[in-house]
């Protein structure tokens, strides 16, 4: 791991909010996870930042910069914007120390966080909501902050936000007796990441740092490619705990500066990673809690023996979205696929597909007409749940022979986000 240079926030600075934050923050568990371990054949730890009061670990970084502030600043008031667990981790941190707060969160962030965020507030925040992104967010938090004269208390850049979120690292390394070998760290603006870059370079070099990003939102990889942070003309809000547009200016050098690995992870497979939280472990992740372990077992090659930390950053996850969790882990796993059928217009039609063209354990998930008319056709959308990934050849095989005309919907066509 290389130097860092020019770095605003320091080792001592995390060490100082570690102090600073004992009295508020909880020391989350660090568990073995049987089911990772056997996975990989490392003996792999999850620290459980769910387990927080306001269930993640901004509240870390929310906390520390806060916490700070002198009598003249708290008066102006405090603004921050938030996709929904840095407004919760602000709330948290108004409430007990006895300031009013404003929240500007995008429209996508779920109702449950929302709800969660004026009870964690208790009465000292309101809430504005507004835009798409947490980047429109940030933009009226900021634009509030001008003119009002509110202290603004970032997401992720701010040397107090990220020695604060920095803290995890110092956690880790205290419950688990000394430094892992490899911590892997999901990725938005890059809090976190920098903070345990900061503290972890200084104080145990040899630690392998690896941050996660969801595919559909790789700001920071984006900015590494390019030489400076820059805006993403596109992104997928699905895991809005990390659906960040822009990497931090003070988040960006300190992750360039350190050689650290970035690895990027699609949305269904984080779905998959959710399901196997919540089934075989019994944890309540949201997308971007899951990202980590999602990405230690998708793109990311540890050894035998080495011991792996991988942080579980939030389970502010609103049980409405499960549907859509459940149906892009099926696409993920290969058994959940989507085609434009061409059914003759006559009875009997839908009876021969199903037993010409379906294996006896498929399932049809969805069966819509397109566009009904008189012709002697009419196109369906069929939606085909598979038992196992494996029937897929055959599957396609019987739909060749068949006498109806089939097209397969690709998982890479813009005509799936409205599927799933």
Not at 373 to 395: F, K, M, Q, T, W
């Amino acid at each position: 791991m290389n130097t860092l240079v020019d770095n605003p926030v320091s080792a001592v600075d995390v060490e100082a909010a570690f102090v600073r934050l004992r009295s508020l923050v909880r020391e989350t568990p660090l568990l073995h996870s049987v089911r990772l371990s056997a996975a990989t054949g490392a003996n792999v730890w999850v620290k459980r930042e769910d387990l927080q009061p306001v269930r993640s670990y901004k509240v870390r970084g929310a906390y520390n910069l806060i916490a700070q502030l002198g009598p003249q600043d708290r008066a102006k008031g405090v603004v921050c914007a938030s996709a929904g667990n840095h407004a919760q981790g602000f709330a948290f941190a108004c409430a007990q120390l006895g300031l009013d707060g404003r929240i500007y969160v995008p429209r996508t962030t779920p109702r449950q966080k929302r709800d969660r965020i004026a009870a964690l507030g208790a009465g000292r925040v309101d809430i504005i909501v507004g835009g798409e992104t947490y980047d429109d967010a940030a933009a009226a938090a900021l634009a509030d902050a001008e003119q009002t004269g509110a202290i603004q208390v970032p997401a992720f850049d701010h040397p107090d936000t990220i020695a604060g979120q920095g803290t995890t690292a110092i956690e880790i390394v205290e419950q688990l007796g000394h430094a892992p070998d490899v911590l892997v760290v999901p990725v938005g603006g890059g809090g976190m990441l920098a903070g345990c870059i900061t503290w972890l370079s200084a104080r145990h070099p040899n630690t392998r740092i690896i941050g996660a990003e969801p595919t559909g939102a790789r700001c920071m990889a984006a900015a590494l490619q390019a030489g400076q942070p820059l805006e993403l003309d596109d992104i997928e809000t699905f895991v809005d705990g990390a659906a960040v547009r822009r990497a931090g200016d003070i988040t960006y050098p300190i992750v360039r500066d350190s050689g650290t690995e970035l690895v990027n992870v699609d949305e269904g497979r984080i779905c998959t990673e959710m399901l196997d939280l919540y089934q075989v472990d019994g944890v309540i992740a949201e997308p971007a809690g899951a990202l980590a372990s999602a990405a230690l077992l998708d793109r990311i090659e540890v050894e035998p023996g080495q011991d792996v930390v991988v942080v579980l950053s939030g389970g502010n996850n609103d049980v409405s979205r499960y549907a859509e969790i459940v149906e892009r882990s099926l696409v993920d796993l290969g058994r959940k696929h989507y085609f434009l059928v061409n059914f003759p217009q006559e009875p009997g039609a839908l009876r021969r597909f199903v037993g010409e063209v379906l294996g006896p354990d498929d399932d049809i998930a969805l069966f819509e007409y397109v566009k009904r008319s008189n012709r002697e056709s009419g196109p369906a959308l069929v939606g085909i749940e598979l038992a196992n990934r494996h029937d897929l050849p055959g599957l396609l095989a019987r739909m060749e022979e068949s006498s109806m005309t089939v097209e397969r919907i690709p998982s890479d066509s813009p005509f799936y986000r409205f599927l799933v």
